[in-house]
């Protein structure tokens, strides 16, 4: 369970957000809406450790009931899947996926869980393509995959859905929110679409401009 | 690079860089005015100055230094400029552009070997038309190369300085986006060469500033390519003045370092002048540019240096050709088009002073640059890191060294190798490669690291929390074409050098370069050829293998891992 207290954004004495919270339950998914400039991603800086300085920020965040907000963006166990997929081009898929599990999984076991995750993309012949033979749907899904196999307490999603064509959308989206429910860890979802939001099934959150 | 303490490494570096250059011209400062303890002298006097304004040899080549160092770069950057204006965008034209690398790849002293053997008396160019049309038996007695006048340097001096005139403007053009100018000019109804002249070359000129400077400052100090094929009694004056401080009589060195210090200001009045003179010609022409005439008798200047710049591509290329002939020649006499035996008993008989001049060349230049290369990251790391954009103290502080010349504070920097006991070692020869191949190998460098989309080692380390082997294996492996095209520019730099070799080394260190120029005079053509053309294949390679690797690289990976790992055969991938 990820719980974000009193969350308030400045930029020069101009306040963005001001004492937002949110709990998100294991398994669920929170989507959080709003006008560009309103600060959506630097909330996603906050929880993942990497705010840029010139911003101010305060707020107390809880991964089940463990203070992480003090820690650094290493120690957080956060998981973040932004608008590319960020797949290493120079790197097959499944070392695209194998990079991500914990060193103490052994060599073998890292493959077979490599494997697994490429059998719930669907590409399981596609093991040794690079990431530029794929389509961009499977690429959105295998890095989804490689940030679950890194084990992350839970996961922020930076408008994953944005680049990918409508029909696709569809399908990506119950993808990853079926997978996030197998992983059952809390996610954060920030997004311009609503149906990205209502596709979700879970609570939204609503910013607006802060006075 | 999870560095820590950026300011820190900042100075570090910063110190690294300068204190070679302080080193040298302070070492060469001070002997000109006279205080040398080495030859025990610890007064200062002007007396060395006064011996070189009265020194006559001084003043002829300085004579033929400014001619040869102000013409060769007007008409270096006259026939880039017209060469892009003419073909930019034409199909032919992406041929030449392929070219360009490999020309800018070997060194200078292969060139000006391959001119040689072209141009002189004897050379191909007379063979060509003898005795049909000339009526010669033998090879006339006329000065065609080594000219009093340095006409021969100059056209060797354009042939390597305009290739990398364009190459620079080529990179630049994207900077003023010049296709959309064109497009919108070419929609008034002006002519191509006058869009070029009156809209893109006044916008392309401030960006390529900095790499005509160091054009000039190349052509007013060389000393290999002078030696090969520039006058000689007088020559210019970085050859005199080399040849001054190795005069075997010590007490010549204060004159020659008198002279050195006078080079370096000549070198700043010059880029001074051409400073002036463009302000002067951006007035004189201001009101021409929006006079509104769509084509002008000017533009048949560029017309006229297209023909030049063809002529001289092709003599560069024809000048390349001539060095694997004269190594595969037995008999070759002199009306003959081509040699009248062939053999390979040159390269077997110079096998093992090549083989010797090759190792050197190929450890000094592949560890120089390997250095430079990692350098070039810390670099480029820190200034990344420190978000300061605009006037980095590297991005001055690495010029300094191409912009000074290397005749002067070498032999400076030379008396603290002696102090510190480097003095004639490989580590002292590879330490002053360094200072000249880092500024290249760290320029072409900048671009692509700082455009690097910083996201992808984010995501790797969140994914899997190792900096450093994210780092090398994330970065630097993704920045892969970008970091063997700056290896490939730094290798070729480092096989060029010569007075950094024959100062460090003390002559105990023999590379291609320096034995290709030592004999270049000798006569011995079939040798000098051999040599002049291993100098020129290993950068070459060095540069198709930096092209031809990368887009390779992981598939073969791949292929190989497959065979080799037992993990993977374990789960078969069809099932």
Same mark, same amino acid.
């Given at each position: 369970m990820l719980i974000i207290k009193n969350f308030s954004l400045s930029l020069a004495h101009k306040t963005l957000i001001k004492e937002l919270n949110v709990q998100i339950d294991d398994g669920q998914v929170v989507s959080l809406m709003g006008p560009s400039g309103i600060g959506k991603s630097s909330l996603l800086n906050f929880l993942s450790g990497t705010l840029s300085p010139g911003l101010n920020a305060q707020g107390e965040v809880f991964l089940n009931d463990v203070a992480i907000h003090n820690k650094t963006a290493q120690e957080r166990r956060v998981g973040l899947l932004q608008q590319?997929?960020?797949?290493?081009?120079?790197?097959?898929?499944?070392?695209?996926?194998?990079?991500?599990?914990?060193?103490?999984?052994?060599?073998?076991?890292?493959?077979?869980?490599?494997?697994?995750?490429?059998?719930?993309?669907?590409i399981k012949d596609k093991a040794n393509a690079t990431p530029e033979q794929l389509s961009g749907g499977q690429q959105a899904r295998v890095a989804l995959q490689r940030t679950l196999l890194s084990e992350p307490g839970f996961l922020l999603l930076d408008e994953p859905f944005s680049k990918l064509d409508p029909a696709l959308r569809r399908e990506? +989206?119950?993808?990853?929110?079926?997978?996030?429910?197998?992983?059952?860890?809390?996610? *954060?979802?920030?997004?311009?679409?609503?149906?990205?939001?209502?596709?979700?099934?879970?609570?939204?959150?609503?910013?607006?401009?802060a006075e | 690079m999870p560095l820590k303490s950026v300011r820190f490494i900042t100075w570090l570096v910063a110190l690294f860089l300068a204190i070679p250059v302080l080193v040298g011209l302070v070492g060469t400062l001070l002997p000109a005015f006279h205080y040398f303890p080495p030859l025990g002298e610890y007064h200062f006097s002007l007396t060395s100055w006064e011996q070189l304004f009265q020194n006559n040899e001084f003043y002829t080549s300085l004579k033929l230094t400014l001619i040869t160092g102000i013409i060769a770069p007007i008409i270096a950057l006259w026939i880039a400029l017209s060469l892009l204006a003419w073909g930019y965008q034409r199909a032919f034209f992406e041929k030449i552009e392929k070219l360009l690398a490999p020309i800018l790849a070997i060194p200078h002293a292969a060139i000006a070997i391959g001119l040689l053997f072209l141009l002189s008396p004897s050379g191909w160019l007379m063979r060509l038309f003898s005795p049909w049309l000339t009526g010669f038996d033998r090879p006339p007695n006329w000065i065609t190369?080594?000219?009093?006048?340095?006409?021969? #340097?100059?056209?060797?001096?354009?042939?390597?300085?305009?290739?990398?005139?364009? @190459?620079?403007?080529?990179?630049? %053009?994207?900077?003023?986006?010049?296709?959309?100018?064109?497009?919108?000019?070419?929609?008034?109804?002006?002519?191509?060469?006058?869009?070029?002249?009156?809209? *893109?070359?006044?916008? *392309?000129?401030?960006?390529?500033?900095?790499?005509?400077?160091?054009?000039?400052?190349?052509?007013?100090?060389?000393?290999?390519?002078?030696?090969?094929?520039?006058?000689?009694?007088?020559?210019?004056? !970085?050859?005199?003045?080399?040849?001054w401080f190795n005069d075997p009589a010590l007490s010549t060195r204060f004159i020659a370092s008198a002279g050195a210090i006078a080079l370096v200001i000549i070198i700043a009045l010059v880029m001074l002048?051409?400073?002036?003179?463009?302000?002067?010609?951006?007035?004189?022409?201001?009101?021409?540019?929006?006079?509104?005439?769509? !084509?002008? *008798?000017?533009?048949?200047?560029? +017309?006229?240096?297209?023909?030049?710049?063809?002529?001289?591509?092709?003599?560069?290329?024809?000048?390349?050709?001539?060095?694997?002939?004269?190594?595969?020649?037995?008999?070759?006499?002199?009306?003959?088009?081509?040699?009248?035996?062939?053999?390979?008993?040159?390269?077997?008989?110079?096998?093992?002073? #090549?083989?010797?001049?090759?190792?050197?060349? #190929?450890?000094?230049?592949?560890?120089?640059?390997?250095? !430079?290369?990692?350098?070039?990251?810390?670099m480029l790391e820190t200034k990344r890191l420190t978000k300061q954009t605009k006037n980095h103290p590297f991005d001055w502080l690495i010029y300094v060294p191409i912009l000074l010349p290397q005749i002067g504070f070498l032999f400076g920097l030379h008396v603290l190798l002696i102090q510190i006991n480097l003095n004639g070692t490989l580590t002292a020869i590879i330490a002053l490669h360094l200072m000249y191949v880092l500024p290249y190998v760290y320029l072409s460098l900048k671009g692509p690291y700082l455009a690097y989309q910083e996201d992808y080692l984010m995501q790797a380390n969140r994914l899997n929390n190792r900096p450093w082997f994210n780092y090398f294996f994330i970065k630097l492996?993704?920045?892969?074409?970008?970091? %063997?095209?700056? @290896?490939?520019?730094?290798?070729?730099?480092?096989?060029?050098?010569?007075?950094?070799?024959?100062?460090?080394?003390?002559?105990?260190?023999?590379?291609?370069?320096t034995e290709a120029v030592a004999q270049a005079a000798s006569g011995d053509r079939k040798q000098v050829g051999s040599? !002049?053309?291993?100098?020129? @294949?290993?950068?070459?390679?060095? @540069?198709?293998?930096?092209?031809?690797?990368?887009?390779?690289?992981?598939?073969?990976?791949?292929?190989?891992? #497959?065979?080799?790992k037992k993990c993977y055969k374990q789960i078969p991938t069809n099932s």
């Open positions: 590319t997929p960020l797949l290493f081009p120079h790197m097959s898929i499944l070392e695209n996926l194998s990079f991500a599990i914990p060193a103490k999984v052994k060599k073998c076991d890292r493959l077979e869980r490599a494997y697994q995750a490429l059998e719930r993309v669907g990506v +989206r119950a993808f990853v929110l079926a997978e996030i429910r197998k992983a059952n860890i809390p996610a *954060l979802l920030v997004t311009h679409d609503a149906e990205d939001a209502k596709a979700m099934e879970g609570k939204c959150v609503d910013l607006v401009a | 190369v080594q000219d009093p006048y340095g006409v021969s #340097l100059i056209f060797a001096l354009v042939m390597k300085e305009m290739p990398y005139l364009l @190459f620079i403007m080529l990179a630049s %053009l994207h900077a003023i986006d010049a296709r959309k100018s064109l497009e919108v000019c070419q929609t008034l109804g002006y002519k191509r060469l006058t869009i070029w002249r009156k809209v *893109l070359i006044p916008q *392309l000129y401030p960006i390529i500033r900095m790499p005509i400077f160091i054009v000039i400052a190349f052509s007013l100090t060389v000393v290999d390519l002078a030696i090969v094929i520039g006058p000689n009694t007088p020559s210019t004056l !970085a050859v005199t003045l080399f040849h002048g051409w400073e002036l003179a463009h302000c002067l010609f951006t007035r004189l022409t201001k009101a021409e540019r929006s006079n509104g005439k769509r !084509a002008g *008798l000017t533009d048949y200047f560029l +017309r006229l240096g297209v023909v030049l710049g063809l002529i001289t591509l092709s003599s560069a290329f024809i000048s390349l050709i001539i060095l694997p002939i004269w190594s595969l020649t037995r008999r070759w006499r002199f009306p003959d088009v081509l040699p009248s035996s062939w053999t390979l008993s040159n390269i077997e008989r110079a096998y093992p002073v #090549l083989l010797e001049l090759s190792s050197n060349t #190929l450890i000094i230049a592949l560890v120089a640059t390997l250095i !430079a290369c990692l350098m070039s990251a810390l492996a993704m920045l892969k074409p970008a970091l %063997l095209t700056a @290896f490939a520019i730094g290798f070729s730099v480092s096989i060029a050098q010569y007075l950094p070799t024959l100062i460090a080394g003390e002559g105990r260190y023999g590379t291609l370069t040599m !002049a053309l291993l100098q020129a @294949f290993f950068p070459v390679f060095v @540069f198709w293998l930096a092209h031809a690797l990368p887009p390779r690289w992981t598939k073969w990976r791949l292929a190989i891992y #497959l065979r080799v």
